[in-house]
């Protein structure tokens, strides 16, 4: 009798799952499959056909700018994960800790949302006449008289790049942090002044270790946001920074899929490892 | 330092918010060792006291002194004043040893390692957590927090600790062990208890004097038995909550009210007249009855509560008010009463206690 209520209820639980794994499969695991698959296809100039080999691989290692650019993706996005941490843990300090009212708190982080109601391509080309030769910043610097020449490095350049990424994802580390920092009980925080600790050690022993999921879930979305870029970069460096996005992008451009798909399974396991590495800090799972 | 010393001393604290005033000018010794219970229905301004005392808050007027220095300037964490929270307040990410290391470590006097284990195990020794030092707070049991919670004061080794009801969040036998615990600690330590609570049981029995208060301000300090016979305001007598009280009219030393006219020997000052007459001191009687000690209030009876070791009868007046009757079962049986039944209550008025507009003149 109960093997048989046992029996039904494992039925049921496949019912449940079922629509969710068929979506999965479909959606996520197939196509990922046919990537791995069509990465290992000939590539011929003005065709492609499956008959399996290495050559786009080896390409890729092959090729200085192939690799450069694997490298040059893991330059900036470390520098743009540690700008947006940077820049974004005292704004989310701010807005989810020192503001006391829930109402402040909200409307300060729907102005950070606000420039989301514009496009991303707005977003990312309004800062050509920011920073270009003849742009806001230069013309404002020379005007003070602070320099004679314009900064030409500003625009089209890594920094540009930096500073274009940066404005853009840095609300995604704000919104993380900002939201477990409200969550943490006030009375530990008095707690802990009670018991004669000054403000750094009460930021660094509660404050910061009780934000830590945060700061997680906010680096992982800027992680895979920054990874998979190519827009960004395509728009502001000039043509001089290729991340693998621009690689890829190119690539499906002149119908190259084979080596488009070696970028592609590359930069997926990039972020595999970069996801799986921020989830072992924390126990999300505990935590939220 | 002798028992009469002041520990803390405060001078006109105000604290308002906004247009409300939760604390109202108030003056307050406190002697040094002892078990003071705060007394206070919600919104008297209870807790604001606290944290002011603490330093979480700076009051808009008044000094604060602790231990003869004047700390109405210096930051919470510069006091050395203890403070356990309602809700305990734990780091959730520490464990129970590090909780009460927190202090020792994070301080500004630093501990050598040594010591603060020590320091940790006897604090977790003395509130009977022993074994435990390993787990998260969120896997001991309400009660243990609350040990946990006292630990981590206690072990920083304060003059002073700040309890905001610390048994509020605890179920009623837990309550009373808790009580008798947080007594002997206190009296093994040579430190101040000040206990924040909003019920009358609770600080009568637990302080060694008890300080009511009642619309931001102290309305009286005084020992459990003084607070518990004489009530100086209504206010007190009402919040108690084991006095019947009757509105009426003092006029030529009689008090008017539903029960007639009562001689009264003395009147306190308040702000209405008042007439107060203990649960236990209200004695029942036949409607027909002659023998009446006192006043005759004529009631009809509509239930009774056993609490073990006393019965309350509850009667209600013409003007439908409710009276209580305690009949503590050490005096013998209990009267049979029957429901809907017309009776008296009277008593000695002598034990009444009246409050009147003329004492204040």
Known sequence: MSAAIGKRQKATTFQLLAPGVVWMILFLVAPIMMIVYVSFWTQTTFAINSTLTLDSWRNFFASEAYVGALWTTIRLWLIVLTLTFIIGYPAALYVGLMVKSKTVATVLLVLCVIPFWTSFLIRVLAWRPMLGKEGAINIILQKVGLIDTPIEVLLFSELSVIIGMTQIYVVFMVGPIAFMLGRIDRNIIEAARDLGAGFGRIFWKIIFPLSLPGVVVGAIFVSVMVLGEFATSGALSGRKVNLLGNIIVTQVGSLKWAMASVVGVILTILLGIVVAGFLRIVDLKREI | ?361
């Open chain 2, 1 to 361: 330092m002798t028992q009469s010393d002041p520990i803390f001393r405060l001078e006109g604290v105000t604290r308002r918010y906004g247009n409300l005033t939760a604390l109202n000018g108030i003056d307050f010794v406190a002697e040094d060792n002892s078990y003071i219970a705060l007394l206070g229905p919600s919104g008297s301004g209870k807790t604001s006291l606290l944290r002011v005392i603490a330093g979480f808050e700076a009051p808009d007027t008044g000094r604060i002194w602790f231990q003869g220095r004047d700390i109405t300037d210096l930051p919470a964490h510069e006091r050395g004043i203890g403070f356990v929270f309602q809700n305990f307040a734990l780091f959730p990410h520490l464990t129970i040893f590090e909780n009460v290391a927190f202090g020792l470590r994070n301080g500004a006097i630093k501990v050598p390692d040594a010591e603060i284990i020590d320091r940790v195990r006897a604090s977790i020794d003395m509130v009977g957590l022993a074994g435990l030092e390993d787990r998260n707070p969120d896997q001991i049991s309400g009660g243990q927090k609350q040990r946990v919670a006292l630990a981590r004061s206690l072990v920083m080794q304060p003059k002073l600790v700040l309890l905001d009801e610390p048994l509020g969040a605890l179920d009623a036998n837990l309550r009373e062990r808790m009580q008798t615990e947080l007594r002997t600690i206190r009296e093994r330590l040579d430190v101040t208890f000040l206990h924040v609570t909003g019920s009358e049981t609770e600080a009568l029995a637990m302080g060694d004097r008890v300080a009511v208060l009642d619309a931001g301000r102290i309305v009286q300090y005084d020992t459990p038995d003084a607070i518990y016979d004489r009530p100086i305001i209504s206010d007190v007598a009402l919040f108690l909550n084991r006095f019947n009280l009757f509105e009426g009219t003092l006029k030529d030393g009689r008090f008017h009210g539903p029960f007639g006219a009562a001689p009264v020997s003395s009147v306190r000052a308040n702000d209405t007249d008042v007439y107060a007459i203990r649960y236990d001191r209200t004695r029942i009687f036949d409607a027909d009855s002659s023998e009446l000690p006192g006043p005759a209030l004529p009631v009809r009876y509509l239930a009774s509560e056993y609490l073990g070791s006393s019965i309350i009868f509850l009667f209600e007046t013409a003007d439908h008010k409710t009276v209580e009757v305690d009949h503590h079962l050490s005096l013998g049986e209990p009267r049979n009463l029957s429901v809907g039944q017309n009776y008296i209550l009277s008593w000695d008025p002598a034990q009444a206690i009246v409050f009147g507009k003329e004492a204040a003149q």
